[in-house]
């Protein structure tokens, strides 16, 4: 099997607006390839917020090649392959809005998402966040790098693996119950918002909540204006 994990770096609020990829190609558990390419963002524009995050500055990124002509260097490892980012209904996205943009057809991939896996397969933790699982596993990296979160997710991927006792990413999602989205070259792009976004079991049913007690102390300090204890 092959899988291309990925990451980036977006310079506006348009997500077509890809300065930055990072990429690691995993294929038979063996790592056989990694890539970082700065682009020159479409359109073509940086918001100081977006580059206080992650760094990158117009002067860095106005002499460098457009994302179609990156895309024809690196598509060879995003086609017939599955693709893992962490939150992957962002980089996706970003991913499908800049081949819109260039008119280019979707790869022929698979998706799917560390952030789900993680929350499915990792209990207890306050959130799942990329450098909260790295600071979990003791993942050094340097963030918002787009090949730096691309390893930082392989790791974790590693890592949940390990906590699950597996070696196989495929048996994970057949574990933990994740469906991977589809990509396919007709332009469909299935199944991000139930891939990323479904955590019901991980959720706290609140009509299942009962006291614990049967009178309510209305003198503790606690209490609440609606008359519940906090």
Same mark, same amino acid.
């Given at each position: ?15 077509? #607006?890809?300065? #930055? ?75 499908? +809005?800049?081949? +819109? ?21 990792? !209990? ?37 693996? @390990?906590?699950?006792?597996? /070696?196989?990413?495929? /048996?994970?999602? @057949?574990?933990?119950?994740?469906? !991977? ?6 332009? /469909?792009? !299935?199944?991000? !918002? ?13 009509? #299942? ?22």
């Amino acid at each position: 099997m092959k899988y291309t994990f990925f990451d980036v770096e977006t310079a506006n609020n348009k997500q077509s #607006s890809i300065c #930055s990829i990072g990429y690691i190609v995993l294929e038979n558990n063996q790592i056989i390839g990694e890539g970082y390419h700065l682009v020159k963002p479409e359109p073509f524009y940086m918001d100081y917020f977006n580059t206080q995050i992650h760094g990158i500055t117009k002067e860095m990124v106005e002499k460098e090649p457009t994302f179609d002509v990156v895309w024809e260097k690196i598509k060879p490892h995003f086609n017939d392959t599955t693709l893992v980012a962490h939150f992957a209904q962002f980089d996706t996205r970003c991913l499908r +809005d800049v081949l +819109d943009a260039y008119h280019i057809e979707y790869p022929n991939a698979q998706y799917t998402c560390t952030y789900t896996l993680a929350r499915r397969g990792v !209990k207890g933790l306050f959130n799942y966040k990329l450098d909260t699982l790295a600071q979990y596993y003791g993942i050094q990296f340097s963030h918002h790098n787009a090949l730096e979160d691309t390893k930082a997710c392989y790791e974790v991927m590693m890592n949940v693996l @390990k906590d699950n006792h597996l /070696e196989d990413i495929e /048996e994970l999602h @057949k574990l933990l119950k994740v469906q !991977k989205g589809v990509i396919k070259p007709n332009g /469909e792009w !299935k199944g991000t !918002k139930s891939l990323c976004l479904n955590h019901k079991d991980n959720r706290i049913d609140i009509a #299942s909540i009962q006291p614990t007690v049967e009178v309510i102390d209305e003198n503790n300090h606690y209490l609440c204006a609606w008359g519940m204890i906090i």
